[in-house]
């Protein structure tokens, strides 16, 4: 409702005030634009999406896995967690500027890195939490049962960390699809959205670079819908489980 009352509202400012397609273009004319270069915008797309999707797999698999490693020694978790802070400090762009100086101008593996550094800092810092905030009573309980470490881990840690798991997948899969684009905008192959987008309003195009833009936010409300799809069936089979919330 209110975004269509917002669309109206910029549709009658345009008209109203006249303003130059320059400027701002109307809705109409950036539907228009999206219809005519919808092959295009879609290539496109496809080009960001992959690198954000592969990116965004790497990261989750080595933040959970440096998770567990920080979880099993102190020592570890002291020397990472502050090296962690300081590259994700590091703006993207002096590492994409980095890791584009590594591979070939037509390679797509800077992209993917700059994505996968990005959310593997997402991931490790919420898995590790989770991991490691356990109820002191179901620690406790665990351990009136003689539970072995694995067992710690398995039926306590693990579960208590998963849902700190969605909540940076969450967080991580739009993030993964700006990454995406900012890394396509400062060099690479000129194929994703990330370098349609700014190429066209420098040339003036602006309905055409309001379609690539609506391909973007289309492709990052994707990633996200489809991370709390994967949520809400994870937590209804969890829930279905033996032992699980229902029981």
Known sequence: MWGVAFVAAWES????????PYFLPAPTAIWSAFTDNVGLVRA????????????????????????FALMRSNLL???VSPLA??????????????????????????????????VFFIVLVNVAKGLRQVSPIHLELMRS????????????????????LFTAVKIA??????TAFVSEYFGGRQNGLGYFIPSNFANSKNAVAWA????????????????????????????????????
């Open 212 to 247: 690539y833009v609506i391909g973007a936010c289309l492709l990052g409300l994707t990633f996200y819908l489809v991370s709390v799809l994967l949520e809400n069936i994870t937590s209804n089979r969890r829930g279905r489980a033996p032992g699980g919330a229902n029981t």
């Open 145 to 164: 049962y003689a539970a072995t470490p694995r067992s710690v881990l398995v039926k306590t840690r693990i579960p208590n960390a998963v849902p700190y």
């Open 77 to 79: 978790n002291e020397l």
């Open 13 to 20: 400012l345009v008209r109203g005030f006249d303003l130059k």
């Open 85 to 118: 802070i300081a590259l994700n400090a590091i703006p993207i762009i002096v590492l994409v500027a980095v890791f584009q100086n590594m591979f070939t101008s037509t390679s797509e593996v800077p992209r993917r890195l700059m994505v996968m550094l990005i």
């Open 173 to 178: 899969a739009p993030t993964a699809v700006i």
């Open 44 to 67: 496109a797309a496809f080009v960001s999406g992959g690198n954000a999707l592969v990116g965004l797999l790497l990261g989750i698999g080595l933040g959970v896995a440096a998770s």
